[in-house]
Structure formats: structure tokens, C-alpha cells
Nanobody, 127 residues
Framework: QLQLVESGGALVQPGDSLRLSCVAS????????IYWFRQAPGKEREGVSC????????LHGDSVKGRIAISRDNDKNTVWLQMNSLKPEDTAVYYC????????????????????WGKGTLVTVSS
């Protein structure tokens, strides 16, 4: 099965930047549309960003639009989420997830269940 491992989470101050990574193994990343989600304690999981297999389309959640950038390198089986101007409300566990392109080729705001999930990386924004 495809395995996804997130990294890059840290304790940072408001206004700082972070670059999260999602590294895939056990499959070809170019066969998957990739989403980033986040979940804060006591809140529902929230969609953050999406990128298609060929990087032809990206989608960002309203709460982070203008402050993030998503990119991928299929040869390295890696997807990155660059986050700038971080706010305390960005504090959450961030997950990457993959859905096969035969199921979902384009980025949708309300996607169906993902095929594979990482275990998450914690981002804490506090002064």
C-alpha cells in the first residue's frame, strides 16, 4: 500500500513560516491527487489545499488563501506545503492524503474518502 509520511511541523511564533513535506513510498505519486487537511483539538477536519497529479490545478481553503503554496515533485515522491504569515488559528495537526486519479482527477472542495492518509505533523503557532 501507499505510505505517506508528513514532516516539518514545529512550534513557531505568529508571522513565521513553515514548509511541510509529505513523502510517499510504496507507489507512484504521479498516480494520485494530493490533499492537505488539518484538524485542531475539538474541531472538525478542515481542507487546506489540493494539487493534481500533473500540478495543473491547485485549490486552497478560504482560511489560508493567500498565505500558502502547494507544490510537488513526482520524481521525488514528495509534496510540499509552504505556509507563511502563520496565525495562532493555524495551530493543528496537518495531514496529507492521496486519492487515485482514476477516482478523482481534479481538485474538489468536498472530495470523497481518500485512499491513503499520513499520520500527521503538529504545527503550533504561539507567542
Amino acid at each position: 500500500q501507499l505510505q505517506l509520511v508528513e514532516s516539518g511541523g514545529a512550534l513557531v511564533q505568529p508571522g513565521d513560516s513553515l514548509r511541510l513535506s509529505c513523502v510517499a513510498s510504496g507507489g507512484n505519486l504521479n498516480d494520485y491527487t494530493i490533499y492537505w487537511f488539518r484538524q485542531a483539538p475539538g474541531k472538525e477536519r478542515e481542507g487546506v489545499s489540493c494539487i493534481t497529479a500533473d500540478s495543473g490545478e491547485t485549490l486552497h481553503g478560504d482560511s489560508v488563501k493567500g498565505r500558502i503554496a502547494i507544490s510537488r515533485d513526482n520524481d521525488k515522491n514528495t509534496v510540499w506545503l509552504q505556509m507563511n504569515s502563520l496565525k495562532p488559528e493555524d495551530t493543528a495537526v496537518y495531514y496529507c492524503a492521496a486519492i487515485h486519479i482514476r477516482t478523482l482527477l481534479l481538485c474538489h472542495r468536498n472530495p470523497m474518502d481518500m485512499d491513503f492518509w499520513g499520520k500527521g505533523t503538529l504545527v503550533t503557532v504561539s507567542s
